[in-house]
Each structure stands twice: as structure tokens, then as C-alpha cells.
């Protein structure tokens, strides 16, 4: 037998399922919209968080969506051969220098963040669009803002035509946070030396912060892919990403035995455990170990021992007899564990588990009507 003439239906690559669901996207989008009160484009860098540039993009398309941002120029290659020819795409990432080729060809849109970038940009054609980035106190990349303010109305920038002018929130997910307020102020003063050229500063978090962060164009990421914009507040947005494994194992402990490598955890008295085939080698961190939960019939289940590269253990005593077997599915994200709930679990965020999950699983993507979306 060859692996051709092996039937499909039993040539499973993984034993977990990540599953991704397209509809509630798009409604997240949609939610998004209404909450900003202005053209809301979307955040696809990281492979679109993880869920996949090829079908998340053209399902934000259909959603309505029409400017989207990646980090680095592969995943604008990435995302422009999943869309329409007219959909806006920006690079966030600055702009490599020798790159502005590959950039017009591909018909992208660099976000540029220093007088060396513009210039590079402007020498490359004059009136490409791009977008400028001011820092507003991030110092990571971005124009200072007296940086921006002697440029504006100068030679360099008309060459350029800026067709975005943006900056990024530091703690937007702090409601009150003075930095916002002074961003906010910085920005506005920015925006007022930028006449005519649409502004962007609000992210997920930014979009529920009120008028002074809200401008032009909001530009979500983390609360597109079911992650909580308002923490400490009841989650808007809708679930996208579920991750199930599938019990491989199930054994019966004693008190004093130990699980997992270096024996970091030890049974207090008798205990049933259950081995999952999922690991760090998937994007479940290690950190993870001796604090993570999964969810078997619907009972909170804790990870036992170092969280290894391909297998996870829990402790699965308190979960009914009848609902244990081999091959029962245990929910890892989903249910009442949420991105949020599974990150502060690992010691860590929502977003760091979200795009770190791994290529392995065997993935599917449900489309309006709940089914698996072809492709």
C-alpha cells in the first residue's frame, strides 16, 4: 500500500483539531465596525493570528473588509494572492531597504517610519502610497513627532503622498491609562499638521476607548480572532478558534508516583491521568506545566508535569467514568476556556497562544452555515 491509496479518512496528520470558524470572523468584523463608527480594516500579520492567511483574508473580504496589514512582506505576498486586486494592503514592519521593487509589484503599501525610509520610498516613484508612522510613545518604530511636524508641507513628503498617517497605542487595554490620553493629545496635534490624510491609531482594545483614539480607520487584530478587547469586562466579540485533542492514553497512579519529565508533579493519593498528543512542538507552552487546564465532559482537568514537546497529562479523576476512553475529545481552547482564560493559565496572553499555535493539527474552517468551508 502507498501512501496515495491510503483512504483520507483514516490518514489523520495529528491528534488534535483546530478548528477555525470563518462566520464568526466576519461577525466579529462587523462588531468591530459598529463599535468604531468608521472604515475598520483588518490585522492578518502572523498568518492571520495563526488561522491562516489564504482563508481568513478572502473570508474578511466577504465580510466587507477592504484594508488589511501584515507585518512583513511575505505575508503581504501571502495575503495579495488571497484577495481581489483592489484590496489595500500595508506592510508594518518599516521598509527594508532595496525592497520598494518587490513592494510595487506586489502592489503593497509600506508603512514608513523613518526620513531614510521616506526618502527611499520617494527616490523609488513619486506618489506610491504608503503610510507614515509616528511614534507617540511606544519607541519601538515611528517617526518623533517633531520629526513628523518638520516634515509635513516639506519637499521630501510630497513626493510621497501619504495616504495613511498612524501611530500605536500603548495600553489601550487599560481603560484610564494617562499614556492614552497623551498619546491621544499627541496624535490629534499631528493629525492637524496632516490635512487631508486619513488617521489611524485605534487597535482592538482602542476601538472601545472613545472618540479621542477613534479616527479614520480602526485597525483590529486580536478581537477579530475571538480574543477580549474590554478585559475585566464581559467579552464582545465571538469565539473563532477551538482546539480539541483526543485522549490517547489512560492510566491509573498511586499515591507518591510521579508524572512527566524531572517528576515535576506527584500524585497525592490515587489518580487517574489522561496523555494528550499535542505539546510545546504545537504552541502549548511549556510554561504551561503543572498549570494548565483542558476540559473533558465538561470538567476543568489540570496538566500534570512538564508540558512536553509532543504529549500533555492530565488529571482526569474527577471526570465520570462513562465520559473517559480512548480517543475522547478534550477541549483545550473553547468552551469556558477561552484565549484569555488558556493565556493566564500559562502565565502569559491570549495573543501569544493564539499565534503560536502550530502547523501540525489537522485544521478546519467552518463557514456560514457552520460546515467545512471547501478549499
Known sequence: MTASSIPASSLRGHGARLTIDLAALGENWRRLVDAAGSETAAVVKADAYGCGIPRVAPALWA??????FVAHLSEAAAARAA??????IYVLNGFPPGSAGAYRALDVRPVLGSREEIAEWAQAGEGAPAALHVDTGMNRLGLGPDEALALAGGPL??????ALLMSHLVSAEVPGDPITARQA????????????VPASLANSSGVFLGESVRHDLARPGYALYGGNPTPGRPNPMRPVVRLEAEIAQIREVGPGETAGYNARWTAPGPRRLATLSLGYADGFPRAASNRGEALVGGVRCPFVGVVSMDLVILDVTEVPVEALRRGA???LIGDALDLDTVGRN?????????????SRYDRRHLDEAGHRAPG
Open 185 to 196: 493629545g499627541s496624535f490629534a496635534r499631528l493629525r492637524a499638521a496632516f490635512p487631508g
Open 329 to 331: 475529545p478534550a477541549v
Open 63 to 68: 465580510a466587507g473588509c477592504r484594508t488589511f
Open 83 to 88: 484577495l481581489p486586486p483592489e484590496a489595500v
Open 157 to 162: 513628503l510630497s513626493r510621497v503622498a501619504p
Open 346 to 358: 500559562a502565565g502569559t496572553i491570549g495573543y501569544e497562544i493564539l499565534t503560536g499555535l502550530g
